[in-house]
């Protein structure tokens, strides 16, 4: 399986990005993808995930009502809608899938990872 995240980038404080995670190879066992971002010094956290079959989604507390997970119909493409950027969502973010019993916010049970992409919010 292969990631490939796209879409981060410079923003000011209150603005939007549209981050993008393309799944390819052998996807067939993924059934859910998910976002992580890791900032300077800090530990890799949980953002958003999502059911390629279902749409279920979940979000991290502090991006509820900012951010949105979203899926294209064939579950391959996977966006992170984020809006009303705060200087402290400033992170490299990470796209990550696995084959999973649950929506799992725990990175470790994600089996395969982009390359990540930088996003930085200025205030």
């Known amino acids: 399986v292969q990631l490939q995240a796209s879409g981060g980038g410079l923003v000011q404080a209150g603005g939007s990005l549209r981050l993008s995670c393309a799944a390819s190879?052998?996807?067939?066992?993924?059934?859910?993808m998910g976002w992580f971002r890791q900032a300077p010094g800090k530990e890799r956290e949980f953002v958003a995930a999502i059911r390629r079959n279902t749409g279920f989604t979940a979000h991290a507390d502090s991006v509820k009502g900012r951010f949105t997970i979203s899926r294209d119909n064939a579950g391959n493409t996977v966006y992170l809608q984020m809006n009303s950027l705060k200087p402290e969502d400033t992170a490299v973010y990470y796209c990550?899938?696995?084959?999973?019993?649950?929506?799992?916010?725990?990175?470790?049970?994600?089996?395969?990872w982009g390359q990540g992409t930088l996003v930085t919010v200025s205030s």
């Open positions: 990550a899938a696995g084959s999973i019993g649950s929506l799992s916010r725990n990175d470790k049970v994600y089996g395969h």
């Open positions: 190879g052998s996807i067939a066992s993924i059934n859910a």
